[in-house]
């Protein structure tokens, strides 16, 4: 990293500490009440649990859940490289499926801006890449998923419309956890993220909530859930 850039980071440190924005104050209360090791693998899964992880990215939440638990893992990432890494990463595990396209309301190409961990549709880069998206309600069939029980969405604004294409086909009630970070590109986001929770709640309560940092969601027992 160069002066200017830590510069630069410096600045923005000091800025979040004297100003800190609501997001700010929900990262911070984050990682005082104990970040990812407290909350993001602690789960009561076996080797009979199945896991989908959208936005693969590396791998490394892959790794580690499968680590802690002997899980079966499904890994959606659409970057042809961070796919094709993954797959690699995990080539002698038969319990580690990687798909390299993402899942949403339908089936189509679409372009993405590449920007390492923070790659997503709802940002503009330099580097592009063509993308291909599946239905979520098919894939779901023709893969006859029936029970899911741990789902983990880090797509960087593509949730919104991963969920909302979940709950109206009713295949939200298929999943027991729902691990998901909402990002706030638009500005209608929240308003977005705040429905969404609203449909939720009638599934499932959250079992930990920091806005626009990690939630999770834990389905109720509902006599058509499996």
């Given amino acids: 990293m160069n002066l200017k850039n830590k510069l630069t980071n410096l600045v923005l440190t000091i800025h979040a500490n004297l100003f800190p924005t609501e997001h700010d104050k929900e990262v911070k209360r984050w990682f005082n009440d104990g970040g990812d090791e407290k909350f993001r693998f602690d789960y009561n899964l076996n080797s009979d649990s199945l896991v989908l992880d959208f936005g693969g990215y590396k791998g490394q939440w892959t790794s580690d859940i499968y680590s802690r638990f002997n899980c079966r893992i499904l890994v959606f990432e659409p970057i042809k490289s961070f796919a094709s890494n993954i797959k690699e990463r995990f080539k002698h595990n038969e319990k580690i499926e990687v798909y390299s396209f ?46 899911v029980d741990l789902m983990k969405i880090n ?21 027991k956890n729902i691990q998901v970070q909402f990002h706030n590109f638009k500005s209608e986001d929240k308003v977005l993220m705040d429905k969404i929770c609203l449909e939720l709640s009638k599934t499932h309560i959250p079992t930990f909530q920091y806005k626009f940092v990690w939630e999770n969601w834990v389905r109720l027992n509902l006599s058509n859930s499996i």
């Fill in 155 to 175: 797509i960087e604004g593509g949730e919104y419309e991963l969920l909302t294409r979940m709950l109206d086909t009713g295949l939200i009630e298929r999943i």
């Fill in 102 to 147: 993402a899942l949403g309301k339908n089936c189509r190409q679409d372009l993405i801006s590449l920007d390492n961990n923070s790659t997503s549709l709802y940002i503009n880069s330099a580097t592009k890449e063509e993308i291909q998206f599946e239905d979520v309600f098919e894939f779901f069939v023709n893969k006859n998923i029936q029970n």
